[in-house]
């Protein structure tokens, strides 16, 4: 899709909430999965013939798996409280952005089909029969739904609209029409262990280059290792972090804070990716194949700890997730939360005195920071409520002389996405990203206006990859977006003396 | 015995079984479905005790929605609680001697009629009103509000203009309830206001008011917030489990 086919939001002074414009959004879809891509995970390859009784039985397969999609599917009462929380209905103005409508896209067929009164009286409960129209209008708007969670924090039976994509793509997925972008993803993780097609050679290029390079900035013998055994702590970090800007720079920092720490780790080329797209197609199966990598690496490199790198939706995975899926990690030393966020084992050294900082290296800059969705709305950081929120910030008011929020009503549990998320980090939904991300960049201007901040830090590959990508549409300069860890490495100091 | 009373005898017997049929199996069918993977919306409570407060503040002062929708809320909560207190009202129609609780609230109780019709009011007002509630709103979900209107409205004038024998009332009530039939009353008003009420208590378990049960089952509010700590395996997710690729 070409800059010119669409236009960008105007920032405004505040929030303005559109009036509905209906089909605003109905051109944007991503690319359908091709049959190798669709066939590789086990789906049909293309649409099937009788994609409606498939559909209705996957459906009702999934109704008796996921009492959320049961019960949110039944208890909105349409009061509306979701209506103006979502980023894509505040940049886009389609209605059927709205959370509720976007859950009513699955709420009318299930009326229809499940229940008593929309068997007998559709029309007066807005229940429809399952046409084509209905499928196309769910392969569109169920990939204009980055699973950010915003609307089950304002909803009062708690709906998370997330798990309605996440069922309408894996309905989708079983008929045959699958999302190019994520599922040909996927397919990489299990054939190579990383998003990007990674192979060990060139990882293992990439890392000694790395070793190099600072070496050459600092003096500083900092290694990468890669595949160790019996090192202390297998870092899984999502792929993007070895080679994309700002991502690198951030693993920098994971290495400078391993180092001067002298705690032993090692990359895996086995489980090369913290990234998990199995959340994003709502594949319990294909989340559990792609994280059992890393189960596997972690007892054949013998290490004690799992440390994870910054990756929102994979920290969900990892926090809320793993333990299900591929736990007990009863192989791991018990002394430490298994697993651990890179945020986390950093913020655990600095309270122990294990390192220090010279906040001054970064008195250039005037930081924020961008809370990513799944680590907001879907996990947590250290051991009370909240965490998430305080330990990023704790590290970043401990690096940087000059730390200001965004607006409260856009940070913690509040946070918007960056527009990126759930599996949308694709051009052929560049569109929706530009104007998606449009409360996120409202936010950030007004601190640019207030406070002079010069840059947002992030602690997500996909909100660091999406914000390089859309702030230029905004006028804004694509290297404001940095990596927590670049902050934290930037002002380590390195060396022996304490 | 007229026809009149035995028809709305037999309504009541049929409402509340289907109204408690109904009820039990969607509360059974989201008790016996699994949620296989921690969800609660964070930050969330790190203990059981902290989720029952959570809950709590969801029911009683609708946190969530206050968030979401001061609107909402407002409109929310004035018709839930006026609701509430009405129903408390009411037991004395049905409670002999009259629960003190019911009593306590009788003059209460009128007022809060009022109140409840106010929010119901504003709650009809913002979804014929606000561009993105027409959106979403099907004739059920305007019906559900006017049904509502109707049952508090001619509860009101029942108690100011069409005042009913409430003692005579009082007593098919008790004989419903005793399977000893009274006569019920023939006023229009009180016909009214009991059919309506009939009438919801038969919608209830095929509608959204299945937002009453659902909260309590609803995974994002009800989850303890402990997945490093406590795994948590739903049975169908752990027949994957046994079979997954063993990592050693």
Redesign the interface.
């Known amino acids: 899709m070409d800059k010119a086919e669409f236009e960008t939001p105007e920032l405004k002074e505040y929030t303005v909430?559109p009036?509905?414009q209906?089909g605003s959004m109905a051109h944007s879809k991503p690319f359908v999965a091709k049959p190798e891509h669709q066939e590789q995970l086990g789906f049909p390859g293309e649409l099937v013939d009788d994609w409606k009784e498939r559909a209705l039985d996957k459906m009702g397969e999934l109704?008796?798996?996921?009492?959320?999609l049961?019960?949110?599917l039944?208890?909105?009462?349409?009061?509306?409280?979701?209506?103006?929380?979502c980023h894509y209905y505040l940049g886009t103005a389609d209605?059927k952005n709205?959370p509720?409508?976007r859950q009513?896209l699955l709420r009318k067929v299930y009326r229809r089909y499940f229940?008593?009164?929309g068997r007998y009286?559709p029309?007066?409960?807005?229940a429809t029969d399952l046409t084509e129209a209905v499928v196309e209008d769910w392969y569109r708007y169920y990939h204009q739904c980055s699973e950010c969670?915003r609307c089950?924090?304002?909803?009062?039976?708690?709906?998370?609209t997330a798990?309605i994509t996440m069922a309408g793509r894996e309905i989708l997925d079983s008929i045959g029409v699958g999302q190019k972008y994520s599922n040909e993803i996927i397919g990489k993780v299990h054939r190579i262990g990383n998003n990007l097609g990674l192979p060990e050679p060139a990882l293992a290029d990439t890392l000694e280059g790395l070793e190099e390079e600072v070496e050459e900035d600092t003096g500083v013998a900092v290694k990468f290792p890669l595949d160790q055994e019996g090192a202390d702590v297998l870092l899984v970090t999502p792929s993007a972090d070895f080679f994309a800007e700002p991502h690198v720079d951030g693993l920098i920092g994971y290495g400078k804070v391993f180092h001067q720490a002298g705690i032993s780790w090692t990359l895996s080329s086995y489980a090369s990716e913290a990234a998990n797209f199995g959340i994003f197609i709502g594949s319990?199966?294909h989340m559990?194949?792609v994280a059992?990598r890393i189960?596997?690496?972690?007892?054949?490199l013998g290490v004690n700890r799992i440390v994870v790198g910054e990756c929102g939706h994979a920290w969900r995975v990892a926090?809320?997730?793993w333990?299900?899926l591929?736990?007990?990690f009863d192989f791991l030393d018990p002394a430490y939360?298994?697993?651990q966020h890179i945020c986390e084992f950093t913020y655990d050294l600095m309270q122990r005195g294990a390192l220090k900082l010279d906040k001054e290296a970064n008195d250039d800059k005037v930081v924020t920071f961008h809370d990513s969705c799944n680590v907001?709305?879907?996990?947590?950081m250290g051991?009370?409520?909240?965490g998430?929120?305080i330990i990023p910030r704790a590290l970043l008011r401990a690096s940087c002389n000059h730390f200001v929020d965004m607006a409260p009503e856009t940070i913690n549990?509040n946070t918007f996405c960056c527009g990126g998320g759930g599996g949308l980090l694709t051009d052929d939904l560049v569109e929706l990203r530009v104007k998606g991300a449009l409360p996120r960049m409202q936010a950030l201007q007004q601190v640019i206006d207030e406070n002079g901040v010069t840059h947002m830090a992030a602690i997500c590959a996909i909100c660091k990859s999406q914000f390089t990508k859309v702030l230029p549409y905004y006028q804004l300069g694509m290297d404001m977006i940095i990596s927590v860890h670049q902050l934290v490495g930037d002002t380590l100091v390195l060396g022996d003396e304490q | 015995m007229s026809a009149l009373t035995a028809l709305f005898a037999l309504l009541f017997y049929l409402a509340t079984a289907i109204l408690l049929v109904g009820l039990g199996r969607k509360i059974w069918q989201y008790a016996r479905t699994p949620a296989p993977l921690k969800v609660p919306t964070t930050p969330a409570p790190t203990t059981r005790a902290g989720v029952v407060a959570r809950l709590f503040r969801e029911v009683v002062f609708f946190e969530s929605l206050f968030k979401g929708s001061k609107w909402s809320w407002l409109f929310g909560w004035l018709f839930h609680f006026g609701l509430l207190l009405v129903l408390v009202r009411h037991l004395r129609y049905f409670t002999e001697p009259v629960w003190a609780v019911s009593a306590l609230v009788q003059d209460l109780g009128v007022y809060m009629g009022m109140v409840m019709t106010v929010g119901l009011l504003g709650l009809l007002a913002r979804r014929s009103l606000v561009d993105r509630l027409r959106y979403i709103s099907a004739p059920s979900d305007y019906l559900m509000l006017v049904l509502l209107i109707g049952i508090a409205v001619s509860g009101l004038l029942m108690k100011y203009y069409f005042r009913t024998d409430v003692v005579a009332f009082k007593a098919f009530m008790l004989g419903v309830m005793r399977f000893s039939w009274e006569p019920l009353p023939a006023d229009p008003m009180l016909i009214i206001h009991l059919g309506l009420v009939i009438l919801l208590m038969l919608i209830f378990p095929f509608s959204k008011l299945l937002h009453v049960p659902g909260l309590f089952f609803s995974p994002t509010r009800n989850q303890v917030d402990n997945p490093r700590e406590r795994r948590h395996l739903a049975p169908w997710a752990s027949a994957l489990d046994s079979t997954r690729a063993q990592g050693g």
């Open positions: 909430v009036l509905v209906e109704l008796g798996k996921y009492r959320s049961q019960v949110f039944d208890a909105c009462v349409k009061c509306g409280a979701c209506t103006d929380k209605p709205m509720v409508a009513d229940t008593l009164a009286f029309a007066l409960v807005g969670r089950s924090v304002f909803c009062p039976y708690g709906i998370d798990e319990y199966e559990q194949k059992m189960r596997k690496a972690a007892l054949e926090y809320s997730f333990n299900t591929i736990g007990p939360p298994a697993p907001s709305r879907a996990s947590r051991d009370m409520p909240g998430q929120f549990e």
